[in-house]
């Protein structure tokens, strides 16, 4: 059983799902991307005898419902009520569920519940209804318009897909399809019954909506984050919520599924009775996981009817083990000499403000806008001048250390927040009281608060910041905290041993759809906190032979390219598409950045200097000696690799493996991690393994590992979800090398262990002397070796072959 705790009956409202029966138990997860004509309901057919060998127990489908035609992730969902045909349809999934139900597997689903697509009107039927219809539309109360007179469009719903004020003129009528339809560029608009005519512009001006310029920042319709092309659903409404839901109601009806994950839940009027929703309809038995990017701090909310999150949390806790705090001194300098500062708490609480304050003040505008709207009317304070308004509104955003106030665990905190702003700015006294007026009366404005609230934070901090900070990039990834230069091994257990005993069904992850960077790129790039004056040094000097555009940008840069330069002795330049990779994650990392250059106006004189400076690196002697570098540092890369794969494979929680990475993978940000995984090599390298492997360019054993811990998870599922987590600790020179702990069944003594190398650099010459370690009794054999010990082992024996240990009592 995964959540247990029923309190509320079920709506009659409601879908009702049948009765869950008993399955395999999900002892770990397999993350596909399906796409259209690269990976569809039949593909993951002919791969479940695949990843039922590498020991998955579920695959984790991203999402299934249709989506927008050419959608390379599926998230811009337009028809909420059917399965997408370009997948294979209701018949492909239904195939797809049989299929692993036969090899004792099952299948999670990914669940967009906060937005649908609308980037491309008529592809999206109700979002095409609304703009024909009006307010008149059945759908209209589906989305969240704002049709007031004073919505800056006159009353109508204002479309941004304007490029200047002279795009007007490029509307035309098509009336080549069974309906006319107003045409600007590749986009179709519907003409409402009874205003066509032959002049395009007067068309135009009898319409439910009207077309704005995107720089505009006029907007009616809610947004998710700051994206145009996705409208925001209420989801508050229980009409919504049964019609969206109908396709999962039938998936658990029928025994399709096993569990749900959701997508952006905080973007949500009601996230909390969302869920409790969510969770009667899909019954007490099924994996419910939210994905939700806690702030440093921000604990889950143990009230909410959910097994865990999709894994930031887990994800910064063992990344920031393998990190070596002595590196910080000297990276902390680096970043200051190169960047102006230190990317330290002080810059980042500074920038952080500046950042959201500018966020809120232009991208999110109409968000804003509407914000403020909202808080006049539920303070009654229609009068209130509206500029003093939003800039007391706009300052308490840009200091919420959170995204939304109104989880239980975060009673006091928007109190907290309005009081520091109000001791900082007595001139905002007065309008911080309309806003406490107005939240407190617990309507639209305080819904609409943390809803903005979410955004800000959103755009400001996991995109514009983890692009601006160059200390060490591998820390500043979603969920993580780029101001803490790693994290301790006390404090790693007491998290594991909080997640073993509150959360043990929570999803954990190294690499998703959404990371920055994979995680073997990460793991590479924290081996430079341990040679962090060798680095300073090297940077310096290829500063100096070829200069980049920006210094900043230099020092970020590099570090990507050193997460995924080859390193098997290839030259960058001979890795095919390596180069054209670089290229585009260094427009998008600047345009991020938005100093040197942004999306809203690229600077195209900065990115013809910054691509010819990404050439000179690839092409001349900065490349020769990043090939050097990378060879050097690779063999601890790899052990870091393992050593993180291993500790959440075996800590506590449902680990989730994102398509192919059980090999070594260089994936940096979207859609660079999206692309097709080769499984047809995987599986021949599962089926040649034949004794433990070589660490080495391969990739195998990571495979190795991978499977192993999987078939351990399977064979002793409830050792791992729900089981007891107790650390170990080593004694000698070498004691804080290593992190160990010991899993098993509730009252019972230890059945498994997991031991990893921490740091290797530093045993590179010196090796682990003394260093021994006390086992639980019993005798122990490595599953990765066949090695077996008891009692106080010497580290230097366990890690004789592989620098991982999973030992089986």
């Given at each position: 059983?995964?959540?247990?705790?029923?309190?509320?009956?079920h709506?009659?409202?409601?879908?009702?799902p049948?009765?869950?029966p008993?399955?395999?138990p999900?002892?770990?997860?397999?993350?596909?991307q399906?796409r259209?004509g690269?990976?569809?309901?039949?593909d993951?057919?002919?791969?479940a005898?695949?990843?039922?060998?590498?020991?998955?127990?579920?695959?984790?489908l991203?999402?299934?419902?249709t989506?927008?035609?050419?959608?390379?992730?599926g998230?811009?969902?337009t028809d909420?009520t059917t399965v997408?045909?370009?997948?294979?349809?209701?018949?492909g999934?239904?195939?797809?569920?049989?299929?692993?139900?036969?090899?004792?597997?099952?299948?999670?689903?990914?669940l967009?519940?906060?937005?649908?697509?609308?980037?491309?009107?008529?592809h999206?039927?109700?979002?095409?209804?609304?703009?024909?219809?009006?307010?008149?539309?059945?759908?209209?109360?589906?989305?969240?318009?704002?049709w007031?007179?004073?919505?800056?469009a006159?009353?109508?719903l204002?479309?941004?897909v304007?490029?200047s004020?002279?795009?007007?003129?490029?509307?035309t009528?098509d009336r080549?399809?069974?309906?006319?339809m107003?045409?600007?560029h590749?986009?179709?608009?519907?003409?409402?019954?009874?205003?066509d005519?032959?002049?395009?512009?007067?068309?135009?001006?009898?319409?439910?909506?009207?077309?704005?310029?995107w720089?505009?920042?006029?907007?009616?319709?809610?947004?998710?984050l700051?994206?145009?092309?996705?409208?925001?659903?209420?989801?508050?409404e229980?009409?919504?919520?049964?019609l969206t839901?109908r396709?999962?109601?039938?998936?658990?009806?029928?025994?399709?599924i096993?569990g749900?994950?959701?997508?952006?839940?905080?973007?949500l009027?009601?996230p909390?009775?969302?869920?409790a929703?969510l969770?009667r309809?899909i019954?007490?038995?099924?994996?419910?996981?939210?994905?939700?990017m806690l702030a440093?701090?921000?604990?889950?909310?143990?009230t909410?009817?959910v097994?865990?999150?999709?894994?930031?949390?887990?994800?910064?806790?063992i990344?920031g083990?393998?990190?070596?705090?002595?590196?910080a001194a000297?990276?902390?300098?680096?970043?200051r000499?190169?960047v102006?500062?230190?990317?330290?708490?002080?810059?980042?609480?500074?920038?952080?403000h500046?950042?959201?304050?500018a966020?809120?003040?232009?991208?999110?505008?109409p968000e804003?806008?509407?914000?403020?709207?909202?808080i006049?009317?539920?303070?009654?304070?229609?009068?209130?001048?509206?500029?003093a308004?939003t800039n007391a509104?706009?300052?308490?955003l840009?200091?919420?250390?959170?995204?939304?106030?109104d989880?239980?665990?975060?009673a006091?905190?928007l109190?907290?927040?309005?009081?520091?702003?109000?001791?900082?700015?007595?001139?905002?006294?007065?309008?911080?009281?309309?806003?406490?007026?107005?939240?407190?009366?617990n309507?639209?404005?305080?819904?609409r608060?943390?809803?903005?609230g979410?955004?800000?934070a959103?755009k400001?901090?996991?995109?514009?910041m983890?692009?601006?900070?160059?200390r060490?990039v591998?820390l500043?990834?979603?969920g993580?905290?780029?101001?803490?230069?790693g994290?301790?091994v006390?404090?790693?257990?007491?998290?594991n041993a909080?997640?073993?005993?509150?959360?043990?069904?929570?999803?954990?992850?190294?690499?998703?759809?959404?990371t920055?960077?994979g995680?073997?790129?990460?793991?590479?790039?924290?081996?430079?906190?341990?040679?962090?004056?060798?680095?300073?040094?090297?940077?310096?000097?290829?500063h100096?032979?070829t200069?980049?555009?920006?210094?900043?940008?230099g020092?970020?840069l590099?570090?990507n390219?050193?997460?995924?330069?080859p390193a098997?002795?290839?030259?960058a330049?001979?890795?095919?598409?390596?180069r054209?990779?670089?290229?585009?994650?260094?427009?998008?990392a600047v345009?991020?950045?938005?100093?040197?250059?942004?999306?809203?106006?690229?600077?195209?004189?900065f990115?013809?200097?910054?691509?010819?400076?990404?050439?000179?690196?690839?092409?001349?002697?900065?490349?020769?000696e990043?090939?050097?570098?990378?060879?050097?540092?690779a063999?601890?890369?790899?052990s870091?690799a393992?050593?993180?794969?291993l500790?959440?494979?075996?800590?506590p929680?449902i680990?989730?493996?994102?398509?192919?990475?059980?090999?070594?993978e260089?994936?940096?940000?979207?859609?660079?991690n999206?692309?097709?995984v080769?499984?047809?090599?995987?599986l021949a390298v599962?089926?040649?393994?034949?004794?433990?492997?070589d660490?080495?360019?391969?990739?195998?054993a990571?495979?190795?590992?991978?499977?192993?811990?999987?078939w351990?998870?399977r064979?002793?599922p409830?050792?791992?979800?729900?089981?007891?987590?107790?650390?170990?600790?080593a004694g000698?020179?070498?004691?804080r090398r290593?992190?160990?702990f010991?899993?098993?069944?509730?009252?019972e003594?230890?059945?498994?262990?997991?031991?990893?190398?921490?740091?290797?650099?530093g045993?590179?010459d010196t090796?682990w002397?003394?260093?021994?370690?006390?086992?639980?009794?019993?005798?122990?054999?490595?599953?990765?070796?066949g090695?077996?010990?008891?009692?106080?082992?010497?580290l230097?024996?366990?890690?004789?072959?592989l620098?991982?240990a999973?030992?089986?009592r």
């Amino acid at each position: 059983m995964i959540y247990t705790e029923m309190t509320e009956a079920h709506p009659t409202s409601e879908p009702r799902p049948g009765p869950t029966p008993a399955h395999t138990p999900i002892s770990s997860t397999y993350r596909l991307q399906l796409r259209p004509g690269l990976l569809t309901f039949d593909d993951a057919r002919s791969i479940a005898e695949y990843l039922q060998q590498l020991g998955v127990s579920h695959l984790y489908l991203s999402p299934i419902l249709t989506a927008m035609p050419g959608s390379t992730h599926g998230y811009d969902v337009t028809d909420p009520t059917t399965v997408s045909a370009a997948l294979g349809g209701p018949a492909g999934l239904k195939a797809l569920a049989d299929e692993v139900r036969s090899r004792g597997m099952g299948l999670i689903v990914d669940l967009v519940p906060n937005h649908l697509g609308v980037g491309e009107p008529r592809h999206s039927p109700w979002w095409w209804d609304v703009l024909r219809n009006g307010r008149q539309s059945p759908f209209a109360a589906f989305f969240d318009i704002d049709w007031s007179p004073s919505n800056g469009a006159g009353g109508r719903l204002a479309l941004p897909v304007l490029q200047s004020e002279n795009d007007p003129a490029n509307l035309t009528v098509d009336r080549t399809g069974p309906e006319p339809m107003l045409a600007l560029h590749d986009l179709r608009f519907p003409i409402a019954p009874g205003t066509d005519g032959e002049n395009p512009l007067r068309i135009h001006d009898k319409q439910h909506y009207r077309l704005v310029n995107w720089r505009a920042g006029v907007g009616t319709y809610r947004r998710f984050l700051a994206v145009n092309g996705l409208a925001a659903v209420r989801q508050e409404e229980p009409a919504v919520f049964e019609l969206t839901h109908r396709e999962l109601a039938a998936w658990c009806e029928h025994d399709l599924i096993d569990g749900v994950r959701v997508d952006h839940p905080d973007g949500l009027a009601d996230p909390a009775g969302y869920l409790a929703r969510l969770r009667r309809l899909i019954g007490p038995d099924r994996l419910l996981v939210v994905e939700r990017m806690l702030a440093p701090e921000e604990p889950l909310d143990a009230t909410l009817p959910v097994d865990g999150t999709t894994g930031y949390d887990t994800l910064a806790d063992i990344g920031g083990v393998l990190v070596d705090p002595a590196g910080a001194a000297s990276l902390t300098e680096l970043s200051r000499h190169l960047v102006g500062h230190g990317s330290d708490q002080a810059w980042f609480d500074d920038t952080e403000h500046r950042i959201k304050r500018a966020v809120a003040e232009t991208l999110l505008v109409p968000e804003v806008r509407r914000l403020v709207a909202a808080i006049k009317r539920d303070a009654r304070a229609a009068d209130f001048d509206t500029m003093a308004l939003t800039n007391a509104t706009v300052e308490v955003l840009s200091y919420l250390p959170v995204g939304r106030t109104d989880y239980r665990p975060l009673a006091g905190v928007l109190g907290r927040v309005v009081t520091e702003v109000a001791t900082r700015n007595t001139e905002l006294t007065i309008p911080l009281s309309v806003l406490t007026t107005a939240v407190a009366a617990n309507g639209e404005a305080a819904t609409r608060l943390n809803q903005v609230g979410v955004a800000v934070a959103a755009k400001a901090v996991e995109d514009t910041m983890s692009y601006r900070a160059a200390r060490l990039v591998s820390l500043q990834e979603l969920g993580g905290d780029p101001t803490r230069f790693g994290r301790s091994v006390l404090e790693f257990h007491l998290a594991n041993a909080e997640r073993a005993h509150h959360w043990p069904a929570t999803m954990t992850t190294l690499s998703t759809h959404d990371t920055k960077r994979g995680e073997d790129v990460r793991a590479r790039i924290s081996v430079l906190s341990q040679l962090a004056g060798t680095w300073a040094a090297t940077v310096t000097a290829w500063h100096d032979i070829t200069p980049p555009p920006d210094p900043a940008t230099g020092l970020f840069l590099l570090q990507n390219m050193l997460g995924v330069w080859p390193a098997d002795g290839r030259p960058a330049a001979g890795v095919p598409g390596l180069r054209e990779r670089l290229h585009a994650f260094a427009e998008k990392a600047v345009r991020e950045a938005g100093i040197e250059s942004s999306w809203e106006e690229p600077d195209a004189e900065f990115e013809v200097a910054l691509h010819r400076w990404v050439d000179a690196v690839v092409d001349g002697p900065v490349g020769a000696e990043l090939s050097e570098l990378v060879g050097q540092i690779a063999p601890h890369a790899w052990s870091d690799a393992l050593a993180q794969k291993l500790l959440q494979l075996c800590g506590p929680g449902i680990p989730d493996i994102y398509q192919g990475t059980e090999l070594w993978e260089d994936s940096l940000v979207d859609p660079d991690n999206r692309r097709p995984v080769d499984f047809g090599h995987r599986l021949a390298v599962l089926q040649s393994l034949t004794g433990t492997p070589d660490v080495d360019a391969t990739g195998v054993a990571k495979m190795w590992v991978v499977a192993y811990a999987l078939w351990l998870r399977r064979e002793r599922p409830d050792v791992f979800v729900g089981g007891t987590y107790t650390p170990l600790f080593a004694g000698g020179d070498h004691a804080r090398r290593v992190v160990a702990f010991a899993r098993g069944r509730r009252g019972e003594t230890p059945q498994v262990v997991a031991a990893v190398t921490r740091h290797s650099v530093g045993l590179a010459d010196t090796g682990w002397g003394d260093t021994t370690m006390h086992l639980p009794p019993g005798i122990w054999t490595d599953r990765l070796t066949g090695h077996t010990f008891q009692g106080r082992i010497r580290l230097e024996k366990l890690f004789a072959r592989l620098p991982v240990a999973l030992l089986v009592r």
